[in-house]
């Protein structure tokens, strides 16, 4: 079967002939033997990332400079409540606690994505990160309003992107003095 010519085709050029219809079969070979060699390299590149990136996170567990990372996500409440998307201060002060004590964690950091929550538990937090002898940070993501963001306050820096929602206070803490033996609110 011929394939019409184009309109400009000159005298060196002749038109294009199917002349065994077989090679249509090789062709669609080829073409699949090429996309598997590709997949199955892309396979063996992952696979290799993957055995790659599993030594290298058993090596940074024997490494002497370890960071811990503790999530404030969710509602910040004091205790566990159960709703599943919350934080509460009372493990999450623990953990912070128990990081400060062992030895081979180098410093912490709080990653902080949360709309707020109960006015204590961000006190409690705060509080916490504020004794802590190890260096620490506070890294708010998306959002670090109301009491996670009074939580952040306690840590030595507090980091945040220019599109992140940061503040947004809106507790009252009453503080109690005393001056010429009274006490004064």
Not at 76 to 89: F, I, N, P, R, V
Not at 117 to 146: F, Q
Not at 174 to 181: A, D, H, I, L, P
């Amino acid at each position: 079967m011929e394939i019409p010519s184009p309109v400009n085709l000159d005298s060196t050029q002749t038109p294009i002939q199917e002349k065994c219809p077989e090679r249509k079969c090789s062709l669609y070979v080829g073409m699949f033997s090429a996309s598997f060699v590709k997949t199955f390299g892309v396979g063996i590149g992952l696979a290799a990332l993957l055995l790659i990136v599993g030594m290298v996170s058993d090596m940074s567990e024997k490494s002497s400079c370890n960071v811990s990372v503790r999530a404030l996500h969710g509602e910040l409440t004091t205790y566990q409540l159960g709703s599943g998307d919350e934080t509460d201060s009372q493990s999450l002060v623990s953990e912070l606690a128990r990081d400060d004590a062992d030895d081979s964690i180098k410093g912490i950091i709080l990653d902080i994505d949360s709309p707020g929550g109960y006015p204590v538990a961000g006190e409690e937090v705060a509080s916490t990160l504020s004794r802590l002898v190890k260096p620490n940070v506070a890294v708010i993501r998306s959002m670090g309003a109301s009491a996670a963001y009074w939580a952040a306050t306690g840590a030595d820096q507090i980091y945040a992107s220019k599109s992140s929602d940061v503040g947004s206070i809106g507790v009252i803490v009453t503080v109690r003095k005393e001056q010429n033996g009274r006490r004064c609110i």
